[in-house]
Each structure stands twice: as C-alpha cells, then as structure tokens.
Antibody, heavy 120, light 111 residues
Framework: QVQLQESGPGLGKPSGTLSLTCAVS?????????WSWVRQPPGKGLEWIGE???????NYNPSLKSRVTMSVDKSKNEFSLKLSSLTAADTAVYYC?????????????WGQGTLVTVSS | QSALTQPPSASGSPGQSVTISCTGT?????????VTWYQQHPGKAPKVMIY???KRPSGVPDRFSGSRSGNTASLTVSGLQAEDEASYYC???????????FGGGTELTVL
C-alpha cells in the first residue's frame, strides 16, 4: 500500500519561498504514475498545483506556473515542491498525491497534508 | 481555466437520495472521461468515490454512483447515511495545458 508523507516548514514569509517534500513509502517513485501537489486554503476548496513524473517531466497549473518548481529525488524516493514569491493567499494545507494507474488524473493516494501559513 | 461549478450545499434525510452536479465549460467534462468525485471529511485528505465518470473503486459503497450529460457530471448518493455527511469535490482533466481543475465543492448535510 503506497503511503505519502509531506514535510516542510509550517511557516513561510511573504515574498519568500515555500519548500515541501513528499516521502513515498510502500512503492517506488519510478513507476508509471504521476505525482501531484494539491492545496486547500482554510475553509476553501481544492486547487491542483501540478504534477511530476519520475523522469522529471512536469505539468503545472497555469495560474501558478511562474512560481512553481517540482523535482524528484529517486535516490530518496521522494518528490518536492517549491513555491516562490509567497503571499498570504498561499496559506493553505498542502497535499501530495499519486494517481491510480498512471496518467489517469485520479488522485487516489494522498498524504495527510501539511498546513503552511504565510506570515511575517 | 475556470473551476468547475458545483452547488455549495446539498442535503437529504437518512435513506433518501441526493444528486450533486458539476458543470464544466466546453472542453473538459463534456469530452474527457477523466471526471473524478472526491469525498472529504473535516481535517482529512480527500478520498476517491467515483472516477472516469462512472467507475467506483473497491471499498466504496454501491450507494455512490456517477453519471454525465453533456458538460455536467453528477454524483448520486442513494440511501443516505450519517457518515455520508462531508464535502464533495468533482475534478476533470482539461486537455489544454494538461491540467486538472476542481469544482468549488458541495457540503452535503444529512438531516
């Protein structure tokens, strides 16, 4: 059973950069699956940030594309998210997720989520 | 790309059926089979209830069903139970820019 666990600072500074990592256990990151990041501001809905394949190929939400960088570390079986130029609007629970089969856009496996608060 | 449109709330009594709609624009819900429905309880990660418009993962009760007509997908919950009270989100793949969009979410209340 695949398990995902987010980690990273819970506090980010305005204009700074958020860095989160998702550790994958119970399976290899080098499969045919895509690995995604999704965020949810407090009391609001879900927003897809983007996805990455183990080769490093990425797809980003156009609304965030200029500020997002995703990467994969196959040696550690983990993938990461960097979000720059932070504002209060980036305060959210950030989830990492994996699709069901591979390229099916079904976010089947999820981490528990980590709250990031942007504040000075 | 705009988010998919869902009603903010829905409700029903135990045993009743309720249907939640998810309306897209041209080029998402209407042409791709990558429509997924998620259930989210407070403080928890979302859980897949329906994928590829109508498919139900193993372990999801058959009280949950999905359908689509044109650019509107629907989730029907039959025989409502107290544990069905949660927020429900639809999502769809959008071919341009290879992205996924979510609906705004529907809070389902079991009266």
């Amino acid at each position: 059973q695949v398990q995902l666990q987010e980690s990273g600072p819970g506090l980010g500074k305005p204009s700074g950069t958020l860095s989160l990592t998702c550790a994958v256990s119970g399976g290899s990151i080098s499969t045919s699956n895509w690995w995604s990041w999704v965020r949810q501001p407090p009391g609001k809905g879900l927003e897809w940030i983007g996805e990455i394949y183990h080769s490093g190929r990425t797809n980003y939400n156009p609304s965030l594309k200029s500020r997002v960088t995703m990467s994969v570390d196959k040696s550690k079986n983990e993938f990461s998210l960097k979000l720059s130029s932070l504002t209060a609007a980036d305060t959210a629970v950030y989830y990492c997720a994996r699709d069901l089969i591979g390229g099916d856009y079904v976010l089947y496996y999820w981490g528990q989520g980590t709250l990031v608060t942007v504040s000075s | 790309q705009s988010a998919l449109t869902q009603p903010p709330s829905a409700s029903g009594s135990p045993g009743q059926s309720v249907t939640i709609s998810c309306t897209g624009t041209s080029g998402d819900v209407d042409i791709y089979n990558f429509v997924t429905w998620y259930q989210q309880h407070p403080g928890k990660a979302p859980k897949v209830m329906i994928y590829e418009v109508t498919k139900r993962p193993s372990g999801v009760p058959d009280r949950f069903s999905g359908s689509r007509s044109g650019n509107t997908a629907s989730l029907t919950v039959s025989g409502l139970q107290a544990e069905d009270e949660a927020s429900y989100y639809c999502s769809s793949y959008v071919g341009s820019n290879n992205l996924v969009v979510f609906g705004g979410g529907t809070e389902l209340t079991v009266l």
